[in-house]
């Protein structure tokens, strides 16, 4: 995000003249008071010192405005008030900068700038509440045009003069009106304000009061849809008399437009009358406060209408906000991108197929009356079911289920507080999600023991259901669950930091959740699948995360590919009916992945991981497979005799089965241009041909002229990417030897993993998630198969003997690292302008991985292991 430094940060003098006239009219324009306009050019002129600001400077400048005018700003006699009351529209149209930009260039402006995390959420929200708003009125047009007459047929009203002031309302009014009073309300409960569920029925209960007025105008035929089926049976007749009071059209609301009717009279009855009586009382509305009606007549609209707007627009100065009114003349309709969900590479087998809910206010919706129905029947309390579950464990969690519970919402009311204020209105709604995630996470558990059960007999859970930390990770997913179905793309990774959880426990528990419930929609699953990528991709590998004590304590190295993914999972594998497949002619652990997820469904759901597996590392001697056995060592009956990629021994003789078996090591030796050789220590496996083909262990370097080895050292970036002839880079390759038999117990021995535990289970969904990446990537940059193949030994290779080289770095960034490396070596014409451009079309690409990719690449480099074959 944050734009690498500028060699020269000098701006010419002329330049910055233009510049500072220029800002100077903006300013002006803005009637911008002299503290905050010193302060902006002051920040805009230290940053760009030290960063690249691409684009129109004046846009940058209209950011450090914005920053400036939200600091704390003194007053006379009322202490301090927050923010100097310039509105941000006008910021943005004066800078003739555009919305989307002004929400990119703000994110890295907080960055670069090294703004306060509060200041970054208020952002965040704004965008959020913003984009709820911009979905809205796409849906609000057409519910209007549903209900009222189009305003395309309305006629053009004469010119009327001062004393003929208090003529009827036209549609046109009444739609601009509806929208300012549904824009005043949302304002005014921020609980709910980038909850797209509780907004949109906000507006449903806007609409059904404009309706009930217009019903009891006089000229309630010219504003009326004659159509609509909410209208009284006799309105078209002649003698049709208004009710005494207005109806209420929310039930009729919610069957056409898709909402949830109860939901929508619990947002009417304590959110929506309240603040409508308030209004009346204030006299911004004027008719009948006990009703709540008349001010659509002719006498009191006007008077509405300017009050309604005045209100408003001392709320969009004082909160900062930007004027939603906005949408009344042209709606910014890319803001809505951010609300869809891209569909991940992987685990496409969660996911369902698409409804016919295809909005997003109506598949939010969608999502939250799923929810209803998944927890139909359920409380916010454990089962008779579950209970006897918990008590039939040797020690009773249920204490432990309680107080974790306990702790975790007085955290979620704190956060949600600061947030939202102390009003009634926020703890109401902050109660009403964490009863519904607790709701879910009861019929989690529940699924989750049961299953167990039936999967591992009568086995006693304690050790895993006493653990906390395994209750807080699910708690904070079926509350993500929540968050998300209501307020559209959710709060991740906000829900970790709220309760202090770390990614690499929290990914345990996402599976569970999708696995338990099969009810929940296509979005919600897409949308946690994307967070477990992002954990695995990124989160997991940080400094601080407990993932490096897992790997300190597997001897340094991750587990290999095929020590942690079952043998039906590879290329070329018995049962893989991957289109072009074939056998594999090289080691397993070289072998990609399969990228189709069929592999992963329902057929192999006996070899999912469980709670053990999950929650629990290998007892060291026993879950440890020793994969070299020594020839003078006697191997156990129906285990094959394997080597180690690691071991360093020699003289070793196995059984070469093809694709399975590690044999004796060899040596491999190239020649460059100035004499000096590289001796390559290669480990074989036995191929279909009854040959071996080698892949490397390490590499030492020895100068020829002297005869004397030099100390091993890693080979270099400048190395790989020095030019070489063919022949210099042919290495030996294929050795024959006679084939020896294998038991059945033998191979059904190499069927099953050599490593389990939670780090194992990592690193299989790692390896999977890269598998799926690297051949989505190949296959856009148009690399063959063999090359492929070579790309992910590099790849593993380096995963698994320099793990410290994904500390604090991303997935993608060692992969397209390798893709570039074994471009070089191969001398195929792939530059890594043109990797990163094609990495760019990925669904989750992020443009952070492609910042300063040479440095990373150099690193990888270095350790990358050195074959063509």
């Known amino acids: 995000m944050i734009k690498e430094e500028e060699e020269d940060g000098n701006t010419p003098p002329a330049e910055e003249q233009q510049l500072r006239r220029r800002y100077e009219e903006l300013c002006s324009a803005l009637n911008m008071d002299e503290r905050a306009r010193a302060e902006a050019w002051e920040s805009y002129a230290r940053i760009s010192q030290n960063y690249?600001?691409?684009?129109?400077?004046?846009?940058?400048?209209?950011?450090?405005l914005y920053v400036a005018c939200r600091q704390s700003v003194p007053t006379v006699g009322r202490g301090t008030v927050e923010g100097n009351y310039v509105s941000l529209t006008r910021i943005l149209t004066s800078s003739e900068l555009s919305l989307i930009d002004f929400f990119s260039k703000m994110k890295k402006w907080e960055d670069m700038a090294n703004l306060p995390a509060e200041f970054r959420e208020r952002t965040k929200k704004l965008e959020r509440n913003f984009t709820v708003t911009a979905v809205l009125f796409k849906k609000y047009d057409p519910i209007f045009q549903k209900i009222f007459k189009s305003t395309q047929e309305e006629q053009p009203?004469?010119?009327?003069?001062?004393?003929?002031?208090?003529q009827p309302c036209t549609v046109s009014e009444v739609f601009n009106f509806c929208w300012v009073l549904f824009i005043n309300a949302k304002g005014n409960f921020p609980m709910i304000s980038d909850d797209l569920v509780n907004s949109y029925h906000l507006l449903l209960c806007a609409l059904d009061l404009v309706y009930g007025n217009a019903l009891l105008c006089p000229n309630r035929r010219e504003l009326?849809?004659?159509?609509?089926?909410?209208?009284?049976?006799d309105f078209c007749s002649k003698d049709f008399k208004p009710p005494s009071e207005p109806p209420c059209i929310i039930e009729t609301l919610c069957c056409l437009h898709q909402g949830l009717l109860l939901e929508v009279k619990g947002i009417k009855e304590h959110f929506w009358k309240p603040y409508i009586h308030k209004l009346f009382d204030k006299k911004v509305l004027k008719g009948k406060s006990d009703s709540l009606i008349g001010f659509l007549d002719p006498g009191n609209f006007a008077d509405s209408l300017k009050a309604v707007n005045k209100t408003y627009e001392v709320f969009v100065l004082s909160a900062g906000h930007l004027d939603e009114r906005v949408f009344l003349e042209d709606a910014e309709e890319e803001i809505m991108k951010s609300l869809r969900i891209s569909t991940p590479l992987t685990s496409p087998k969660y996911i369902k197929e698409s409804s016919s809910y295809h909005t997003p206010v109506s598949s939010a919706t969608y999502s939250v009356s799923r929810l209803f129905s998944i927890l139909s029947g359920f409380k916010a309390a454990p089962s008779?079911?579950?209970?006897?579950?918990?008590?039939?464990?040797?020690?009773?969690?249920?204490?432990?289920?309680?107080?974790?519970?306990?702790?975790?919402?007085?955290?979620f009311y704190e956060h949600k507080i600061s947030e939202g204020g102390e009003s009634q209105h926020c703890k109401d709604i902050s109660k009403k999600y964490f009863r519904l995630a607790e709701a879910l996470y009861y019929k989690v558990v529940e699924s989750v023991v049961e299953r167990e059960k039936k999967r591992l007999g009568d086995v006693d859970l304690s050790n895993i259901l006493e653990q906390e930390i395994f209750h807080k990770s699910l708690i904070a997913c079926c509350l993500e669950v929540i968050m998300f179905s209501y307020k559209p793309p959710g709060t991740f990774p906000q829900i970790m930091e709220m309760f202090d959880l770390v990614p690499y426990q929290f990914y345990k528990v996402i599976e569970l959740v999708i696995k338990a419930e099969d009810g929940l929609c296509r979005e919600v699953v897409k949308h946690l699948n994307q967070i477990e990528e992002q954990i695995l991709e990124s989160m997991a590998w940080a400094p601080d995360s407990p993932l490096w004590d897992k790997i300190r304590d597997s001897d340094g190295k991750i587990p290999l590919c095929e020590e942690v993914m079952h043998p039906h999972y590879f290329e070329g594998a018995v049962g893989n009916n991957v289109t072009g497949s074939s056998a594999p002619l090289t080691s397993r652990r070289v072998n990609e992945i399969r990228a189709d997820a069929s592999c992963l469904g329902k057929n192999l759901s006996s070899s999912s991981p469980t709670l053990f597996d999950r929650y629990s590392s290998p007892i060291a001697g026993t879950a440890r497979r020793r994969l070299f056995i020594d020839s003078d060592s006697p191997s156990e009956e129906g285990s094959p005799a394997q080597a180690s990629p690691h071991s360093v021994a020699a003289d070793s003789t196995a059984s070469p089965v093809s694709g399975q078996t590690l044999v004796t090591m060899a040596t491999a030796t190239v020649t460059a241009n100035n004499g000096q050789t590289l001796t390559i220590p290669?480990?074989?496996?036995?191929?279909?041909?009854?040959?071996?083909?080698?892949?490397?262990?390490?590499?030492?370097?020895?100068?020829?002229?002297?005869?004397?080895?030099?100390?091993?050292q890693p080979l270099t970036a400048q190395a790989?990417?020095?030019?070489?002839?063919?022949?210099?880079?042919?290495?030996?390759?294929?050795?024959?030897?006679?084939?020896?038999?294998?038991?059945?117990?033998?191979?059904?021995?190499?069927?099953?993993?050599?490593?389990?535990?939670?780090?194992?289970?990592?690193?299989?969904r790692v390896y999977h998630l890269a598998?799926?990446?690297?051949?989505?990537?190949?296959?856009?940059?148009?690399?063959?198969?063999?090359?492929?193949?070579?790309?992910?030994?590099?790849?593993?290779f380096s995963l698994v003997n320099c793990p410290e080289l994904m500390k604090g770095r991303h997935l993608d960034q060692l992969m397209m690292c390798a893709v570039y490396v074994m471009a070089k070596v191969t001398k195929e014409d792939i530059s890594f302008h043109n990797i990163m451009r094609c990495y760019r079309t990925q669904p989750h690409a992020k443009s952070h991985v492609c910042t300063k990719p040479q440095t990373k690449l150099k690193k990888s480099c270095k350790h990358g292991p050195l074959t063509t074959g």
Do not use: Y
């Open 52 to 64: 690249s600001l691409e684009g129109n400077a004046l846009h940058w400048l209209a950011c450090a």
């Open 224 to 233: 009326l849809n004659p159509n609509f089926q909410g209208l009284p049976e």
């Open 157 to 166: 009203r004469q010119h009327r003069g001062r004393k003929q002031r208090r």
């Open 771 to 796: 598998s799926v990446r690297l051949r989505d990537l190949c296959h856009k940059l148009e690399i063959s198969d063999e090359l492929r193949k070579k790309i992910w030994t590099c790849f593993e």
């Open 682 to 712: 290669v480990q074989g496996i036995a191929n279909e041909n009854g040959g071996i083909t080698f892949f490397p262990v390490q590499v030492s370097m020895s100068g020829q002229a002297c005869g004397v080895s030099s100390s091993i």
């Open 384 to 411: 008779e079911k579950l209970q006897q579950m918990l008590s039939a464990c040797s020690r009773n969690p249920t204490q432990t289920i309680f107080k974790c519970l306990k702790e975790m919402l007085d955290v």
């Open 720 to 764: 790989l990417a020095s030019p070489m002839t063919t022949q210099q880079m042919q290495v030996a390759g294929q050795v024959t030897i006679p084939q020896v038999p294998v038991s059945p117990g033998q191979q059904n021995a190499s069927n099953k993993l050599k490593k389990v535990g939670s780090l194992s289970l990592f690193c299989r």
